[in-house]
């Protein structure tokens, strides 16, 4: 019985993930759509105030894989390595980027870039990873017996434009939610035909599965069948109420009305599948650890998931209502130029008769953000040796060195730009910078 509360546990916090992480990764994607700097700053906002406590939900769901169901972790992990840890680079750098545009007077767009293409990257290996999965992992006794690029598979690529379309409704959902103006018009208008996107999608997902999936799918069993009908009605119905939600009054109910399709996609997808945790024969009791293990994974995971439950509650009821620009940073500035431009402008007529210090080149940033990149540019360097030397280990020797050498050489060239632009700012004069 244990083992099934430890699968519970699982899909809670998977659900959990999809929903909240979902609509910060699909706000980021739609960013890179957006012409408006204005709209793209304020996209960043909404976000930079709980993406962090979002994202705990997927720690949570591999610290029950890890201790609750060790056989799905031994498959799954080896099984996805590569898209898993690109995916968890891409999600590094999309906090990154969050935390420094919202430092950052104006809109950066370097940063914007690195936010929006971070969220697309992640979202498109987590839906290989659970594509790759449902396609089936070759295993023995609990053990990943494939090969590298097992994972990559028709079913799994469909799976991560599915899911890209999900995350985007999802975001667009919580934009016409949170956001007024412009902005929340935009999202009115981008949901039904997501919506279709997403209605077709799991037409295509939910069909493929049947040929997908190497395990028989038991839909002559009632209670199976019953309960997969179900599911699907119910994403059906919210999938309508969405509909008739989106640019509609009140603005909570599409994203009311996507959270329940999700959940129950979600439980229509456990209703095919159940017992069986990784195709074709790894069920739910041969994957899951021992009992003490079990119990005590209860009691320290079930114990910390209502402390993260109440800290997004905390978040969204500080956050609550409508996200309002300040006036002086957005509403005339529609990048750092602008910014710069008006704050300078402001100082003038404040104080007309003190010369103004030349304020330093936008693009460049304060030293805190140029040491970030570097230090950035380094890890990611050695991540993709690290990566390299074990997927490639044996077989292409040469491909770690030649990624470290091509990282060593972009940072150099990075470096040697920046400094000579800082020092054509006048940015080393530090007497100039403090006053």
């Given at each position: 019985m244990?083992d099934?509360?430890s699968?519970a546990l699982?899909?809670l916090a998977?659900?959990?993930y999809?929903?909240l992480d979902g609509?910060?990764l699909?706000i980021?994607?739609?960013s890179?759509?957006?012409?408006?700097?204005?709209?793209?700053?304020?996209y960043?906002?909404l976000?930079?105030?709980?993406?962090?406590?979002n994202?705990?939900?997927?720690?949570?769901?591999?610290v029950?894989?890890?201790a609750?169901?060790?056989?799905?972790?031994?498959t799954v992990l080896?099984?996805?390595?590569?898209?898993l840890?690109?995916?968890?680079?891409a999600l590094?750098?999309?906090g990154?980027?969050?935390?420094?545009q919202s430092?950052?007077l104006?809109?950066r767009?370097?940063w914007?870039?690195?936010?929006?293409?971070?969220s697309?990257?992640a979202?498109?290996?987590q839906g290989?990873?659970v594509g790759?999965?449902?396609?089936g992992?070759?295993?023995?006794g609990?053990?990943?017996?494939g090969g590298?690029?097992?994972?990559?598979t028709?079913?799994?690529?469909?799976?991560?434009?599915?899911?890209?379309?999900?995350?985007?409704l999802?975001g667009?959902?919580?934009l016409q939610d949170?956001?007024?103006?412009t902005a929340?018009e935009?999202?009115?208008?981008?949901?039904?035909?997501?919506i279709?996107?997403v209605?077709?999608?799991?037409l295509?997902?939910?069909?493929g599965l049947?040929f997908?999936?190497p395990?028989?799918?038991?839909?002559?069993?009632?209670?199976?069948?019953a309960?997969f009908?179900?599911?699907?009605a119910?994403?059906?119905?919210?999938?309508?109420?969405?509909w008739?939600?989106f640019?509609r009054?009140?603005?909570?109910r599409?994203f009311?009305?996507?959270?329940?399709?999700e959940?129950a996609?979600?439980?229509?997808l456990?209703?095919?599948?159940?017992?069986?945790?990784v195709?074709?024969?790894?069920?739910v009791?041969?994957?899951a650890?021992?009992?003490?293990?079990?119990?005590?994974?209860?009691i320290?995971v079930?114990?910390c998931?209502p402390?993260?439950l109440a800290?997004?509650?905390y978040?969204w009821?500080?956050?609550?209502?409508?996200?309002?620009?300040?006036s002086v940073?957005?509403?005339?500035?529609v990048?750092?130029?602008?910014?710069?431009?008006?704050?300078?402008?402001?100082?003038?007529v404040?104080?007309p008769e003190?010369?103004?210090p030349?304020?330093?080149?936008a693009s460049d940033g304060?030293?805190?953000?140029v040491a970030a990149?570097r230090?950035?540019l380094t890890?990611?360097a050695?991540a993709v040796?690290a990566v390299s030397?074990d997927?490639f280990?044996g077989?292409?020797a040469?491909?770690g060195p030649?990624?470290?050498a091509l990282?060593?050489l972009?940072?150099l060239a990075?470096?040697?730009r920046?400094d000579?632009?800082s020092?054509?700012?006048?940015?080393?004069?530090?007497?100039?910078?403090d006053r």
């Amino acid at each position: 019985m244990l083992d099934y509360a430890s699968y519970a546990l699982v899909l809670l916090a998977l659900g959990a993930y999809v929903l909240l992480d979902g609509y910060d990764l699909g706000i980021g994607i739609l960013s890179l759509f957006d012409r408006s700097d204005r709209r793209r700053k304020e996209y960043n906002e909404l976000i930079a105030t709980a993406w962090d406590a979002n994202e705990s939900w997927l720690i949570l769901a591999g610290v029950v894989l890890w201790a609750g169901l060790p056989g799905v972790y031994a498959t799954v992990l080896p099984g996805v390595y590569l898209p898993l840890v690109v995916m968890l680079l891409a999600l590094v750098l999309r906090g990154t980027a969050i935390e420094l545009q919202s430092a950052a007077l104006g809109y950066r767009r370097g940063w914007g870039l690195v936010f929006g293409i971070s969220s697309l990257v992640a979202t498109v290996c987590q839906g290989l990873v659970v594509g790759g999965v449902l396609s089936g992992l070759p295993h023995r006794g609990g053990v990943f017996t494939g090969g590298t690029w097992d994972w990559l598979t028709p079913y799994s690529v469909l799976c991560a434009l599915g899911l890209v379309a999900v995350h985007l409704l999802a975001g667009a959902a919580w934009l016409q939610d949170k956001t007024t103006g412009t902005a929340h018009e935009r999202a009115g208008r981008l949901g039904r035909p997501l919506i279709l996107a997403v209605a077709v999608a799991g037409l295509v997902l939910g069909s493929g599965l049947r040929f997908a999936d190497p395990q028989y799918l038991r839909f002559d069993q009632p209670l199976r069948a019953a309960l997969f009908g179900l599911a699907v009605a119910g994403a059906v119905v919210c999938a309508a109420l969405a509909w008739y939600g989106f640019g509609r009054r009140p603005d909570w109910r599409p994203f009311a009305a996507v959270a329940g399709t999700e959940a129950a996609g979600l439980l229509a997808l456990v209703a095919a599948t159940a017992p069986v945790v990784v195709p074709p024969d790894l069920t739910v009791h041969a994957a899951a650890g021992p009992h003490g293990s079990q119990l005590f994974l209860l009691i320290g995971v079930g114990g910390c998931m209502p402390v993260v439950l109440a800290y997004n509650i905390y978040a969204w009821w500080v956050f609550r209502g409508k996200f309002a620009q300040p006036s002086v940073s957005t509403e005339t500035a529609v990048g750092p130029s602008d910014t710069a431009a008006v704050a300078e402008q402001a100082a003038q007529v404040e104080q007309p008769e003190r010369p103004v210090p030349a304020a330093p080149a936008a693009s460049d940033g304060p030293w805190a953000a140029v040491a970030a990149r570097r230090v950035l540019l380094t890890l990611l360097a050695v991540a993709v040796a690290a990566v390299s030397q074990d997927v490639f280990g044996g077989v292409r020797a040469w491909i770690g060195p030649v990624g470290v050498a091509l990282f060593a050489l972009t940072a150099l060239a990075g470096w040697i730009r920046s400094d000579r632009r800082s020092a054509a700012a006048g940015q080393f004069d530090l007497r100039a910078a403090d006053r």
